[in-house]
């Protein structure tokens, strides 16, 4: 679905371009990019596109709804949208709305977007606005080109963009008030490296911590990018392919020794994890500390 209200000057730029299959095979890539000065009249309202949007305001303001989600997008902020999601953005202000923005895509994206949103879209405050706004437009300069070098050149600059994005994310003024427990999530990381052969739940990683278990699990997410669990059997599975590579210990036993009551359910969560069974895994790697299978058993 797609309307909109295509209410803007002269100077305002707008280049589409059909990604090439050397772009979509990088990690990075524009399929749009454009700098609008809009006016009182201009929106787009869109969903089912498969695309992600950065939209960064330079002047006036904008509103943008995703999802039911109303932000106003004031001077030096940013929004990165999934553009699969139902939006609506428009001018706000009586100046013109004077914005930069890209539709991007690629395998890099995804993983950036996770990050930056937590929990639903936010505006991010771009401290570095000028550093920012200049590899913006450099961005839409060189979009005209598609040889390989430039191609290239996008794709590390649009992670740099995101980069900007994601680091203004983790610093912004409204997550000042997280900063105290940072120590706290580091502690938990370090009782679930020291206690991950036990059966530890939420509550034991957080007995020592004056903060509610689901604003623990949120924060845990922001600053780590995964869940406590998840941290926790990624942990495993890495203690597991240290056994595995260098000791002959049956898989049963290692699936114990790390932390797993059910050997099936280490196999699961393994491959889940590796892609492969740990058996297979074993067997792929070279093992250079691992007694070689006619070494005699000891008593």
């Known amino acids: 679905m797609l309307k909109y209200n295509l209410d803007i000057s002269d100077d305002s730029t707008w280049i589409t371009a059909t990604p090439s299959s050397v772009a979509t095979s990088l990690p ?32 006036g303001r904008g509103s943008i709804t995703v999802d039911g ?32 923005w890209a539709h991007i895509n690629g395998t890099g994206v995804e993983p950036y977007y996770s990050l ?9 405050k771009i401290s570095d606005y ?13 979009s005209k080109f598609n040889d390989v070098r430039t191609l290239s050149n996008l794709s590390v600059n649009l992670q740099r963009l995101l980069s900007i994005i994601l680091k203004s994310r983790l610093s912004s003024s409204n997550n000042k008030k997280h900063e105290s427990h940072i120590a706290d999530i580091r502690s938990s990381v370090d009782y679930i490296r020291k206690n ?9 990683i957080i007995h020592r911590i004056n903060i509610s278990k689901y604003y623990f ?44 009551l059910d050997e099936s359910n ?32 000891e008593e």
């Open 217 to 260: 699990i949120r924060l845990f997410k922001q600053y780590m990018g995964t869940t406590p669990y998840d941290y926790l059997i990624n942990y495993r599975i890495n203690q597991a392919k240290i056994l595995l590579n260098s000791t002959s210990m049956p898989i049963g036993d290692i699936s114990q020794e790390v932390g797993f």
């Open 130 to 142: 000028a550093d920012f706004v200049e590899l913006f437009e450099e961005i839409l300069i060189t």
């Open 69 to 100: 989600n109303e932000i106003d997008i004031y001077a030096h902020n940013a929004v990165f949208i999934n553009c699969n999601s139902h939006q609506f953005y428009k001018t706000e202000s009586d100046v013109p709305w004077v914005f930069l």
């Open 196 to 204: 991950y052969k036990r059966q530890i739940s939420i509550d034991d």
């Open 266 to 297: 280490f196999i699961s969560h393994f491959k889940r994890q590796t892609g492969i069974k740990p058996t297979e895994y074993r067997n792929s790697t070279l093992g250079f500390h691992r007694p070689p299978k006619d070494a005699p058993k």
């Open 116 to 124: 930056v949103n937590v929990g639903r879209v936010s505006q991010e």
């Open 28 to 59: 990075f890539y524009l399929t749009e990019v454009g700098k609008f000065y809009a006016g009182k009249g201009y929106y787009t309202e869109r969903s089912d596109k498969d695309s992600y949007l950065i939209l960064y305001t330079i002047s």
